[in-house]
């Protein structure tokens, strides 16, 4: 009996269409409970500097200690899901962050929350490689941007509920106590995983498993020659480093640009952020998926050139929101950069992963995963910090206002690498389907 179920499991049998969207559903609310625990600092920012006496460095190498272990972890983390299971691997990461973030209302000090947030970063590192790899086992190359768009709706989903649910629960109850109620749902969900999901053949979605046991994993150093021999890859990479830049340095610090320059409190931000980057952003980074995957059966660079376009178009608005005075322009010319926010992370993971060997998919996720957060999560809201601090004796309580200005500009540059990756897109991909495992 027990030796039958191992056989049907090891086949990928038990994938039938309605586990394959089931599964993709749980991975997906891991992925916005993993968001949720990362940005909840975000909408916490202004009461923690006033409670701690913190300066915005300060709560810039919150982000910045974060982004390093995050980053530089999800590595090896990577290997060992490219050679065990990869489910396992994701339970033990979200029993990490969930219950560190827990831990991250009983903190006193700035280096004990320091501490706590380093550990959060820990946890994280482990959940979203073996993810996107199980996706790309359960989804063909044809349906993947979809389904990697849609586990990319955790971040709206995540930023919607951190935002929405940290920012009343702050204001009714204290920025402490919001750590605890985000927390403390995800030790259960965790269980849940571990004893619902199951082990996808690795390649199952190409029919590829033939190699599935003829050949160990490849080193990290030897995964990240590979992709920096496909031009594409090194595009995907700058292109989604730039625009993570930009795009967690706005979102960290939208929170307190709108107490300081705009007067509202944290509920009516939390209220007003969860609704614009949950619906608008949600909406974005589903559609780019399904466009991308729809142009993209007729011309393999629409997977790029859907992405660079949206980054040329909400610039703009992005730029107008920290030059509006008015407050109700400011949020609805948010609303565009928004939806553009995230959308590149559906065509840049499903690419990547096409981009990557089977056996390097999970470690590939992270390599990219590793440059976007190391600079993007890692200096991005550090960078807006240090600038809006170093601006506050010229411009005051405005500062952080044109600290925010600043890092724009590089959004565009961003587009300008998606457009260059389209034009050796094809030829990767052929690449590496041309290889072995």
Not at 250 to 258: D, K, N, R
Request: neutral net charge; charged residues 15%; aromatic residues 10%.
């Amino acid at each position: 009996m027990t030796e039958n179920i191992a056989a049907d499991t090891s086949q990928g049998s038990f994938i039938t269409p309605a586990y394959r969207r089931y599964a993709l559903g749980i991975l997906t609310v891991v992925y916005s409970v993993n968001y949720v625990d990362r940005q909840i600092l975000s909408i916490l920012l202004e009461p923690i500097k006033i409670d701690l006496s913190l300066s915005d460095t300060q709560l810039g190498l919150l982000f910045t200690t974060f982004g390093i272990f995050y980053a530089t972890l999800g590595l090896p983390i990577a290997m060992l899901a490219d050679r065990t299971n990869r489910r396992n691997v994701i339970t033990a990461s979200m029993t990490i962050f969930s219950g560190m973030t827990a831990v991250c209302a009983f903190v006193t000090s700035f280096w004990q929350l320091m501490v706590a947030r380093i550990l959060v970063g820990v946890g994280e590192a482990g959940s979203s490689p073996p993810s996107h790899s199980m996706i790309a086992d359960l989804y063909e190359p044809k349906t993947r941007a979809t389904a990697l768009a849609i586990f990319s709706l955790g971040v709206n989903i995540g930023i919607f509920i951190g935002f929405l649910v940290g920012g009343f629960v702050a204001q009714w109850f204290g920025w402490r106590m919001a750590f605890l109620v985000v927390g403390l749902p995800g030790l259960a969900l965790a269980l849940l995983v571990h004893f619902t999901l199951k082990e996808p053949p690795r390649g199952h979605s190409e029919g590829r498993t033939d190699h599935q046991d003829k050949e160990e994993a490849p080193g990290i150093m030897e995964v990240l020659r590979f992709l920096l021999t496909q031009p594409a890859f090194r595009h995907i990479a700058a292109g989604a480093t730039l625009v993570s830049f930009v795009g967690y340095g706005a979102v960290a610090w939208l929170p307190p640009f709108l107490v300081r320059s705009h007067g509202m409190e944290v509920g009516n931000i939390g209220l007003a952020l969860s609704l614009i980057i949950g619906i608008a952003g949600g909406l974005g980074t589903y559609g780019a998926g399904f466009l991308a995957d729809k142009l993209g059966q007729k011309d393999i660079r629409w997977y790029m050139w859907v992405v660079a376009a949206a980054g040329v178009i909400a610039f703009p608005f992005g730029f107008s929101v920290y030059l509006s005075e008015d407050l109700s322009w400011t949020l609805a010319l948010f609303i565009v950069p928004a939806a553009a926010g995230a959308l590149y992370l559906g065509p840049s993971l499903a690419m990547t992963q096409g981009l990557a060997r089977l056996k390097m998919r999970a470690a590939a996720s992270a390599l990219l995963l590793f440059i976007l957060n190391i600079i993007g999560l890692g200096l991005g809201p550090q960078a807006v910090g240090i600038v809006s601090d170093l601006l506050e004796p010229t411009y005051g309580a405005e500062s952080l206002r044109y600290a925010l200005l600043v890092m724009t500009p590089l959004g565009l540059w961003g587009s300008l690498h998606f457009f260059l990756a389209a034009r050796t897109l094809g030829d990767g991909l052929e690449r590496a389907k041309a290889l072995p495992a």
